[in-house]
Every structure is written in structure tokens, then in C-alpha cells.
């Protein structure tokens, strides 16, 4: 599903970020990514959702060498992922039900089931009194479930998560990292990027670590 080989990312006129990464991510994945501050964890991600592309290297994602897709296909390609931002980029002017429901409108979802899933999600990750409210009126930790839920809401195939639960408690957290098992119990792959080592021990998947520019893996 997502191949890194000898992949170097750098900014223009800059050192480079990561250099040298290969690693694999097959069907049925569940992964952290952690490092330092500043290690290249959202780069790496960006890297997967082609927000960024490689100095060196190549990236393979569903089967496909990023450096042949057209700026035409990236959009259709995304719509297989769900990505938590850690700015969240959440709508201002849409509602917080209207925010989560985007995705499945993308998909023609009916009106019927929008109706319903929307509102047990966010009744889960505990805004169920803030369907109709704007983003704005939230606080950081609630925007941040805003966006989890508006990730999540599709079933993606690959859910890719930069600090998701950087802005919540540990109760929070945990009733998080539950809804991504289940949705990894269903089909999706993920890999969360997080600084948090209590939880990756508390809920022991693979880990990938980025120390030195380099990255490692540990199971």
C-alpha cells in the first residue's frame, strides 16, 4: 500500500529532512510513527498524501510510482485516504455535523445514512451537544476531534493521523486510539504520528522511529 525506497525529503535550499528511508506498509497495518520535535514526522506524512514529493528516491503508494501521477489524479487518490492535520483545516463556516458529513458527501452517500453516522460519531468522540455549533466556537482539543471524526467517517483505507491526540486529555486519548483499533479491525491501515510513548506502549503496535534524519522500526 505505501513503499518508500531510498527516499530523501528536503526543502528548497535546505538540509534535508530525512534521508535514505525504505520501509513498506502492506494491507492490514497498524503503525505509530515518533521521533523528536522536529524529526520529520509530518514531513514524512506529507510525503504519503503527496502534499510533499522526494529530492531522491521513490515512493510507491497503492501500487502506483507517485512520480507518475498527474496533478488531475491526486484529488481521486486522497479520497482513499483519511488524514488528521494537526491544524485540523476544518470549514468555518459549516457546522461541526456539516464538517464530518463532507467526505460522505463527496461519496454521494445518502441522506438517510449522513443522518445517522454522523451524529454516533461525534456522540463517541463525546461532541454530541455540538452538532450545530461552528468550529470557531470550539476549543483546540474539540476542533481536533472535529477533524478525527471527519477522518474517520468514510472507512479510508489508509487513515494517516500527525499528533491526533496532542490536544486532548488521556481519557480523550485513549477513547481515540479505541476508535482507530476498530476501524483498523475493519479494514483500515494506519500510522499515527505521536510523540506520546505512554501510549504506544499502552496499546503495542509497530513503531517507527525517526532518529538522525534516518528511520527506524521496532515491533
Known amino acids: 500500500m505505501v513503499r518508500f525506497e531510498n527516499v530523501e525529503i528536503r526543502y528548497r535550499g535546505k538540509e534535508a529532512i530525512l534521508t535514505d528511508v525504505s520501509f513498506d506498509l502492506g494491507e492490514g497495518n497498524f503503525h505509530f510513527l515518533t521521533g523528536k520535535s522536529g ?21 510507491n503508494l497503492f501500487g502506483r510510482d507517485i512520480s507518475s501521477i498527474t ?5 481521486e ?6 488524514i488528521v492535520f494537526q491544524d485540523f483545516r476544518l ?5 461541526v455535523r456539516e464538517n464530518v458529513a463532507l467526505p460522505l458527501r463527496i461519496f454521494g ?3 438517510s445514512i449522513i443522518r445517522r453516522h454522523v451524529p454516533e460519531l461525534l456522540e463517541w468522540v463525546g461532541l454530541g451537544d455540538h452538532l450545530d455549533d461552528l ?12 477533524a478525527i471524526a471527519r477522518a474517520v467517517i468514510a472507512r479510508p483505507v489508509l487513515l494517516l493521523a500527525d499528533e491526533p491526540t496532542g490536544n486532548v ?10 476508535l482507530f483499533k476498530e476501524l483498523h479491525r ?4 494506519i500510522l499515527i504520528a505521536t510523540h506520546n510513548e505512554n501510549l504506544i506502549k499502552k496499546f503495542d503496535y509497530p513503531v517507527l522511529r525517526i532518529e538522525d534524519r534516518k528511520l527506524l522500526f521496532s515491533d
Open 169 to 178: 486529555d488521556d481519557t480523550i486519548a485513549d477513547r481515540l486510539l479505541y
Open 91 to 95: 470549514i468555518n463556516n459549516l457546522t
Open 71 to 75: 496533478k488531475k489524479e491526486i484529488p
Open 39 to 59: 524529526a520529520g514526522k509530518s514531513s514524512l506524512l506529507k510525503a504519503i498524501y503527496m502534499g510533499i514529493f522526494p529530492s531522491e528516491g521513490k515512493i
Open 109 to 111: 452517500t445518502k441522506g
Open 135 to 146: 468550529p470557531t466556537s470550539l476549543s483546540g482539543g474539540q476542533q481536533q476531534r472535529v
Open 186 to 189: 475493519t479494514g483500515t491501515n
Open 77 to 82: 487518490i486522497r479520497r482513499r485516504m483519511g
